[in-house]
């Protein structure tokens, strides 16, 4: 990572030779593998190695962001000169300026175990082998003669990076990633062709079992949406599986952003201390969290990580404020975006959600629709399963859910204690009251 540091570190120096007041310099470099089978034989591999540097640059009260992959030390110099003449055309930006350094300090030492030093041992045979028994095990199925078709994918990454700012930041970055995913497509006799998936990921390629349950899953999601309808419209009871639930999460928390709330574009807009879920919802930014998906030192404007509750019981406790927005708004910076969400989990495993609903539908594809972050209104195109009884029946698609999200929230009933582990958003299972479903 050395050589990415001293890059870093000798561009800053350039643009402030070349005239420019501040600097920030971010070198990186990435490799990128992935193998894809289907039906029996390799259907694509890619590797990719990407490097680069993306320089933020403070000119004569104007500010500019740029980028080059070309690391040469002469190529830089040009590119330095280049983009700080550029820079000196745009127009002033009062409010553009490195956060203060106090925000730098504090930060945690701790290992987030976010790299595994055996990536380079991964071998292509080793990726082919795991792409095989992805297959075998969704061909496993009971009903896999109504399997049309299997796909799988396996794939690896490992990244590095620096970071430098001229009013003292200094930091690096090292990190793997794993995973592997099987989608399968079947025959539905009135002529459609379902589809259902399953992945798996970690930071370590140890960690990176249950192949046969990533196949099995995915047969079963397609082979069980065999047959799927819509049923009437209705206000009913709706259970969210943990995988997909983070379209919903995504949906309340963009409008916490600090450029929404300065744009006028957010619904949470005032909210702060205020009550806008059920009392069951407490959500933790946590990105110290080891072998997170998210897990950081620093965020992108280099403030220093650390723990914060973003809702508590329903209230909403804290904005995501970059340093760029939070200087407009004139509020202190959090962090400019998401980590690791952790949530307070309930008791129940899904199966006993389901139970306790009675009546109802079980979500477990969100499809489609969108959410207005202005006025909170959402709606998504779903599929899963009508609960009846506590127990699922047939397959559902073709529907979709509608509503208000400070509305939906605050319906929210119960907490699965299933947290989805696979994504940086760990979201259970979710219940909540009384939705509206457009069906037919």
Avoid: C
């Avoid at 600097?23 to 990128?32: E, F, I, L």
């Avoid at 897990?295 to 723990?307: E, L, P, Q, Y």
């Avoid at 998401?338 to 008791?347: E, I």
């Amino acid at each position: 990572m050395s050589s990415l540091l001293d890059t870093a570190k000798s561009t800053v120096a350039l643009a402030q030779k070349k005239g420019a007041k501040d600097a920030v310099a971010s070198t990186y470099k990435s490799r990128d593998v992935e193998l894809q089978w289907r039906d029996g034989k390799v259907e694509k591999v890619s590797e990719a190695t990407t490097r680069g540097l993306s320089l933020s640059l403070y000119v004569d009260g104007r500010y500019s962001a740029v980028s080059t992959s070309d690391l040469r030390p002469e190529a830089l110099e040009r590119f330095v000169e280049d983009s700080i003449a550029m820079a000196r055309t745009l127009a002033k930006d009062d409010f553009r300026s490195l956060p203060d350094p106090k925000l730098y300090e504090g930060r945690s030492s701790e290992d987030l175990e976010v790299y595994d030093p055996k990536h380079s041992s991964v071998t292509p045979e080793a990726r082919i082998a795991l792409a095989k028994e992805l297959e075998a095990s969704a061909r496993s199925h009971p009903k896999a003669d109504g399997i049309v078709s299997v796909t799988t994918n396996v794939w690896d990454s490992e990244s590095t990076s620096a970071r430098v700012a001229s009013n003292g930041f200094l930091g690096e970055r090292q990190g793997t990633s794993f995973g592997m995913s099987a989608s399968v497509t079947a025959k539905d006799p009135d002529g459609r062709r379902p589809a259902g998936s399953s992945s798996k990921g970690s930071r370590y390629q140890a960690e990176l079992t249950g192949a046969d349950e990533v196949g099995r899953k995915a047969s079963d999601r397609a082979l069980g949406a065999i047959g799927s309808k819509k049923i009437p419209s209705a206000v009913v009871p709706l259970v969210v599986e943990n995988r997909v639930a983070s379209r919903l999460i995504g949906a309340l928390l963009g409008p916490a952003q600090a450029r929404a709330l300065q744009q006028k574009q957010s619904f949470l807009e005032g909210k702060l201390g205020k009550p806008i879920a059920s009392k069951l919802l407490t959500i933790v930014d946590d990105p110290l969290l080891k072998r997170g998906f998210s897990s950081r030192h620093f965020d992108s404007d280099g403030i220093s990580a650390k723990r914060f509750t973003v809702i508590d019981g329903g209230v909403l406790k804290a904005y995501y404020v970059d340093d760029y927005y939070g200087r407009k708004l004139k509020m202190a910076p959090t962090t400019g975006g998401a980590s690791n969400l952790v949530f307070t989990t309930g008791k129940k495993s899904l199966e006993e959600l389901l139970r306790s609903i009675g009546e109802g539908v079980f979500v477990t594809s969100f499809l489609g629709g969108n959410s207005n972050g202005t006025t909170g209104d959402y709606s998504f195109g779903v599929q899963g399963f009508r609960v009846e009884k506590g127990a699922l029946t047939i397959p559902i698609g073709e529907m979709n859910i509608s509503g208000n999200l400070g509305d939906l929230w605050k319906k929210l009933v119960a907490v699965g204690n299933d947290p989805y582990p696979y994504s940086s958003t760990r979201t259970p299972s979710l219940v909540f009251d009384a939705v509206q479903f457009a069906g037919a």
